[in-house]
C-alpha cells in the first residue's frame, strides 16, 4: 500500500506560480512512476504530468508545456509540480497517482487532491 498526500495549492493570480507537493508513504514509494492529474468542475479528469521511477523521464499535457514542471525526490519519497504562468483555465482540483512503470495504463493509487484557483 502506498499512501499519496497532496499539498501546495491555492489562490494565485494569473501569471502567478505555484508549487504542489505529493508525498507518498508506505511500501517502497520510489518503486511507482508518478503522475499528476486536474479535474475542473463540470469536466472530466484530465493527465497534466508524469515522471519515472528515477526521474530520467518526464511527460506533459500540450497545455501545460512550457509552464509546468515535474520533478521528484526519492530520498524524501516526495513528487512535486512547479506551475508557472498560471491561467484561469488551470483552476481545478490537482490529484497525484502512482503506478507501476512509466508507460503503464494501470494507476494503483491516487491522494485525496488539493484545489488550485487561478483568478483573472
Known amino acids: 500500500q502506498v499512501q499519496l498526500v497532496e499539498s501546495g495549492g491555492g489562490l494565485v493570480q494569473a501569471g502567478g506560480s505555484l508549487r504542489l507537493s505529493c508525498a507518498a508513504s508506505g511500501q517502497s514509494p520510489s518503486n511507482y512512476a508518478m503522475s499528476w492529474f486536474r479535474q475542473a468542475p463540470g469536466k472530466e479528469r484530465e493527465f497534466v504530468a508524469a515522471?519515472?521511477?528515477?526521474?530520467?523521464?518526464?511527460r506533459y499535457a500540450d497545455s501545460v508545456k512550457g509552464r509546468f514542471t515535474i520533478s521528484r525526490d526519492n530520498a524524501k519519497n516526495t513528487v512535486i509540480l512547479q506551475m508557472n504562468n498560471l491561467k484561469p483555465v488551470d483552476t481545478a482540483v490537482y490529484y497525484c497517482?502512482?503506478?507501476?512503470?512509466?508507460?503503464?495504463?494501470?494507476?494503483?493509487?491516487w491522494g485525496q487532491g488539493t484545489q488550485v484557483t487561478v483568478s483573472s
Open positions: 497517482a502512482a503506478r507501476p512503470y512509466f508507460y503503464s495504463s494501470r494507476y494503483d493509487y
Open positions: 515522471i519515472s521511477r528515477s526521474g530520467s523521464n518526464t
